[in-house]
């Protein structure tokens, strides 16, 4: 398969954890002999220095006709005066509104091998394996918002159509088809009429699309409870934006290491988006200490879910976790002093995925 990629290393640790997962990715296609093209583009913080602007014409540009993004973060406290022009998070926002991205994939695995680092008990965490979808460009973080001219009341309006709720369930339901065949939607239909939209779409496109997948909701208050003490029980998780904000970033938590999880942001058409969910880490910037295994872990996605490449993701997966069971850790992950830095722990996966 020919497929391009371009390559947003962005600020901070961006470069080098960028830099692990287009070397992984250079060895999957060696391996199972494919022709990755990769370019690489400014954005954020460097681009500002660059460009004066976050998100430049010729990135946008190189964006629109790849098959998938790989990001590394963006950010830093360069670029943090509040009374700036424009600011790196406006690179990744415009990146998501210019192509269309309207669902977040967030999952939640936990690794055998790091199981101790987790908030949960053991028996609690152990087989976790959960895929959100977090609807991205609606909801109420976009809706209608106004402030009274005393000041004292606010309004913000929380609002979907039907086809942003069908697109959204439809490929969750097709990702559940692919795992454990388990959809669970969640919303607050005992109070929201917004929800309850949610609810009667979704159940319909469940009956008559997806009759084979095993369908259930749950209201939102009750699923951050049972995120903490049956997180087992979830496959695929389908929500509107704001409680997806909120329960992908519990959700984040479970596994108990920022450095081991990665996201994706898809539209209805390609390119899709794949970045590790931390941020651009400027305290080890720098220092061949960042733990490059996030981003190598969203290339995986990006090969499952922008290329279709499912035999090439699982290997990247399982090269993960060979190089996690020989013992390698990067610092973040290391519970006694030995560590490896970031170049070596990419090249480890590297190999892996050779092998
Ligand atoms: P952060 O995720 O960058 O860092 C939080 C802590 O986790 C730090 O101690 C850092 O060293 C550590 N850490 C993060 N990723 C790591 C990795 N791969 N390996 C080892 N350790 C890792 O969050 P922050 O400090 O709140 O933000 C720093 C900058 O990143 C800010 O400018 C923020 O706006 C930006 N940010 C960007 C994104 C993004 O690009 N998607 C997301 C979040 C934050």
Partial sequence: MKA??????????????????HDVLVAVARKFDHEFEFESRPV??????????????????????????ILGAVGGPKWDDP?????????????????GLFANLR????????????????????????LFFRELTGGIYFGESSLSDDGRVATSVMQYSVGEIERIVRMA??????????????????????????????????????????????????????????????????TANLFGDILTDE???????????????????????????HGSAPDIAGEDLANPLATIL???MALRHSLGLETEAAAVEAAVESVLDSGMRTKDIAASGKFFGTQAMGDAVAAAVGA
């Fill in 44 to 69: 954020g913080g460097i681009a500002i220095d660059e460009f004066g602007d976050p998100l430049p014409q010729s990135t946008l540009d190189a964006c629109v006709n790849a098959d998938a993004l």
């Fill in 83 to 99: 009374n700036a022009k424009t600011r790196p998070e406006a690179g990744l926002l415009g990146l998501r509104k210019e192509l």
């Fill in 107 to 130: 999952p939640i695995t936990a690794h055998r091998q790091l199981i101790d680092a987790s908030p949960l008990r053991k028996d609690l965490i152990e087989g976790v394996d959960i």
């Fill in 251 to 277: 959700g984040s938590m479970l596994p108990g290491s920022l450095g081991m999880l990665p996201s994706a942001s898809l539209g209805d058409k390609p390119p899709g988006l794949y970045e590790p969910i």
């Fill in 173 to 238: 339901a097709e990702a559940a088809r692919n795992r454990r065949n388990k959809l669970t939607m969640v919303d607050k239909a005992n109070v929201l009429e917004v929800s309850r939209l949610w609810r009667r779409v979704s159940a319909r496109v469940m009956e008559e699309e997806y009759a084979d997948v095993d369908y259930e909701v749950v209201l939102v208050d009750a699923m951050a409870m049972h995120l903490i003490s049956r997180p087992r029980d979830f496959d695929v998780v389908v």
């Fill in 298 to 300: 969203a290339a995986a």
């Fill in 4 to 21: 391009s990629f371009v390559l947003l290393p962005g600020d901070g640790i961006g470069p080098e954890v960028t830099k692990a997962a």
